[in-house]
């Protein structure tokens, strides 16, 4: 159920170009195999600003390059309320960069332009 709204939800946004996954551990594990960062993104099927950065800012090509550099996992912090109570998500959607090691190295909270997206993306990708 979780997977049907939220890829539905990709569908309608017509952001099908960023291939999100959706299980944290396999994102997790893929990560860890590819030595790439993972891109968490908690949202929810309910929030409008989510649903705006679907249109605004995941459809933009420039965003959707740079997210290719990552494991991105898109989870709903409803149905995985302890993975949003251990990563402190007061809002959605909230972003975090974890290295491969597990550590987090940037998060970011609340609706942004594709702008403030792209620079935070490029700032994480590295450091």
């Known amino acids: ?51 705006e950065m679907d249109a605004k800012v995941f459809t933009n090509a420039e965003v959707r390059q740079l997210m290719q550099r990552f494991v991105a996992v898109r989870l709903d912090s409803v149905f995985h309320r302890d993975l949003a109570r251990q990563f402190n998500v007061q809002t959605t959607p909230t972003f975090f960069v974890i290295r491969p090691d597990g550590q987090v190295v940037g998060s970011l909270a609340g609706k942004m332009d594709a702008e403030k997206f792209r620079v935070f993306l490029i700032k994480y990708s590295y450091n």
């Open 1 to 51: 159920m979780v997977l049907t709204a939220l890829a539905t939800c990709d569908l309608i946004a017509g952001c099908g170009a960023v291939q999100w996954q959706y299980s944290y551990d396999k994102a997790k594990r893929e990560a860890a195999q590819q030595r790439r960062r993972m891109l968490v993104e908690f949202a929810s099927a309910a929030s409008m600003d989510c649903h």
